[in-house]
């Protein structure tokens, strides 16, 4: 196995943990949602959220400790899918109709914003394992 192949892996491994690490982190400390009696929809989409991120957070470990092409080009993928998901919760679920709310100045944004990352990341990560596989001829 090729180290460089190896070093980009491990490297969009960690960008991708310590990104959903940080946006779980704050969605549930700085960023969250109003919180009130009642629970609301930008309630339930921070939660669904906050499971994808736990998601996207083991596949970054995965990607550190696994030395496999085809295992870190299906980590890739499924981190793609899980961000495209990530980008679809406040969409699906929903957050607040009024727009000055936190919810949809902080949270939402904070969202869509990292799932883009994690998204961009992932595909040059995937072009840079293809990349360097047919340049060494494996």
């Not at 989409?45 to 998601?55: F, Y």
């Amino acid at each position: 196995m090729n180290k460089k192949v190896l070093n980009v892996s491990k490297i969009t491994g960690i960008i991708n943990l310590l990104i959903s690490v940080f946006v779980f982190v704050a969605v549930n400390t700085f960023l969250h949602p109003c919180s009130g009696e009642k629970a609301m929809r930008c309630n339930y989409s921070t939660i669904a959220s906050a499971l994808i991120l736990i998601l996207i957070a083991l596949l970054g470990i995965s990607k550190v400790i696994s030395s496999e092409n085809k295992s870190l080009l299906l980590l890739d993928v499924v981190t793609i899918a899980s961000a495209v998901e990530l980008l679809l919760i406040p969409k699906l679920i929903g957050s607040c109709e009024m727009s000055a709310m936190v919810c949809n100045t902080r949270t939402m944004p904070a969202l869509t914003i990292s799932s883009l990352l994690l998204t961009l990341i992932s595909i040059i990560s995937i072009i840079g394992n293809v990349l360097k596989s047919r340049r060494k001829g494996q």
